[in-house]
């Protein structure tokens, strides 16, 4: 239990930082302290968040990712006290990038930008539903390769299109309701498309946190196959995967032909993620619902293997299982646009700046795709990835609207806003693997000419 709140106990920023372990974990949040220890097991976004930021100030992280009812409802019963830059209990005067977008983010709220949007949802998981129901028609009516292929086409845009609305509800930005929307992810992303929605919730909420960090960000982590920069070369430890990564002879051979690699192993991606969802729910000490987890993983199985085994021959069903697969990967090229290409931080993001350094670091770490509103629906949101990270609990239907509001501040600003078309992203992230190739080669070189003794 957290201790009783004490509002006149002062502690400095320093003493505070000490506090970072698991058992004794203190936050800091607009300059007052709270000891979450006993709710890091309990916390929706998952302990690893919590452990990312302990001992620091998480006022613009937690701003950026709680209602505000949050605050008035939960946080009182873990403060601690406060620190020495809150007097006569007002806090230190905001920069003029924190007044504006807290601003923005107060209008976005009167405006309904927070809340659900039913109708959105309705339509569009009647269309979803009908390419799932024609590429079940499609395999189970199979009587040639061309109904097999479409089939497996549609299958796997049903599952790009389903991992747009599994983000949304991993955000709880579809019914707003924290129990609803775990239990739909679990039907959604566990029973229908084989992925842990308590593993994704893990690793992305993380992943917005800690963006584009190289020894924090899962969603970077990719060796033995892919380096976005060079700073991959050396052992580091991951702080999310709490293991070291290292150029080993596997990487010395896969980096350095990355950018050639990139679309055949996004084209498998997913089986991958079938591995990390099962590793996850059951290694994991602390995961709700468990048991209908797996159950509803194991019933992806059975209806997925059995469509699988009623097409025609096993010729079928290995172009239906691989196809299917490679057009869901469409999905992992998506997400590797708006982070691949941009630059990497050492540590967490946000310390890069002395102020507004949450802020700063995604438009930093982020890039937008710019397309027509007609391919809103081919991009699930992403496209729009710097309002995202900025504002994660807007719905998906305000994000084209509210592009248009952080464009002038960024430009107020000064902030550079980073966007690009879908080809010219495509090209930008074989580029930054090629660059990254390139330099893997020298390295590998070197390493070799090291362990001969040459020179």
């Known amino acids: 239990m957290p201790r009783p709140a004490t509002k006149n106990t002062f502690y400095s920023r320093e003493e505070v930082e000490k506090h970072n372990k698991d058992g004794d974990l203190w936050l800091i949040i607009d300059c007052l302290v709270y000891d979450v220890s006993s709710w890091i097991q309990k916390h929706p976004g998952g302990e690893k968040v919590l452990r990312s930021l302990a001992g620091k100030d998480c006022s613009e992280v937690f701003r950026t990712f709680h209602n505000p009812k949050i605050a008035q409802n939960i946080l009182p019963a873990f403060r601690i006290g406060q620190t020495y830059e809150l007097k006569d209990g007002k806090a230190a005067e905001k920069t003029e990038i924190s007044k504006d977008f807290e601003l923005l983010r107060k209008t976005l709220e009167e405006e309904g930008a927070f809340k659900p949007n039913y109708w959105f949802?309705?339509?569009?998981?009647?269309f979803i539903l009908s390419i799932f129901l024609g590429?079940?028609?499609?395999a189970s009516s199979s009587n040639g390769y061309m109904c097999t292929v479409a089939a497996a086409v549609l299958m796997g845009f049903f599952w790009q299109q389903m991992a747009f609305i599994g983000h949304d509800i991993g955000h709880h930005s579809v019914t707003q309701g924290t129990k609803s929307d775990d239990l739909l992810g679990i039907i959604i992303g566990n029973f229908l498309t084989g992925i842990s929605v308590a593993w994704w919730r893990d690793n992305h909420n993380y992943h917005h946190v800690v963006t584009n960090s190289f020894n924090y960000d899962p969603d970077i982590q990719h060796l033995p196959v892919f380096a976005v920069s060079k700073k991959f070369f050396k052992t580091f430890f991951s702080e999310y995967y709490k293991r070291e990564f290292k150029m080993d002879s596997v990487a010395q051979m896969l980096v350095p032909y990355q950018h050639m690699l990139f679309y055949p192993v996004m084209a498998i991606a997913r089986f991958n993620l079938y591995a990390q969802?099962?590793?996850?729910?059951?290694?994991?000490?602390?995961?709700q619902r468990r048991s209908l987890e797996i159950f509803m993983l194991f019933l992806f199985w059975v209806w997925f293997l059995n469509l699988c085994s009623s097409l025609p021959s096993w010729s079928h069903s290995a172009v239906f299982l691989?196809?299917?697969?490679?057009?869901?990967?469409?999905?992992?090229?998506q997400i590797c646009l708006s982070h691949f290409s941009m630059p990497v931080f050492d540590g967490l993001p946000q310390e890069s700046h002395e102020k507004d350094?949450?802020?700063?670091?995604?438009f930093e770490a982020t890039t937008n795709i710019k397309c027509l509103p007609m391919f809103d629906i081919f991009h699930g949101g992403l496209q729009f990835q710097t309002e995202h990270h900025l504002f994660p609990r807007v719905s998906r239907s305000h994000l084209r609207g509210l592009q248009n509001r952080v464009k002038p501040l960024c430009k107020k600003h000064g902030i550079p806003y980073h966007e690009m078309g879908f080809f010219e992203a495509n090209c930008a992230v074989l580029k930054t693997l090629k660059d990254t190739a390139k330099q893997a080669s020298c390295?590998?070189?070197?390493f070799v000419d090291g362990l001969n003794a040459v020179g």
């Open 443 to 446: 390295f590998s070189s070197f």
């Open 121 to 126: 949802y309705f339509f569009h998981g009647l």
């Open 277 to 287: 969802s099962l590793i996850f729910i059951s290694t994991a000490k602390q995961i």
């Open 357 to 362: 350094g949450y802020v700063i670091s995604q």
């Open 322 to 333: 691989f196809l299917s697969h490679a057009v869901a990967g469409i999905i992992h090229v």
């Open 135 to 138: 590429a079940i028609y499609l």
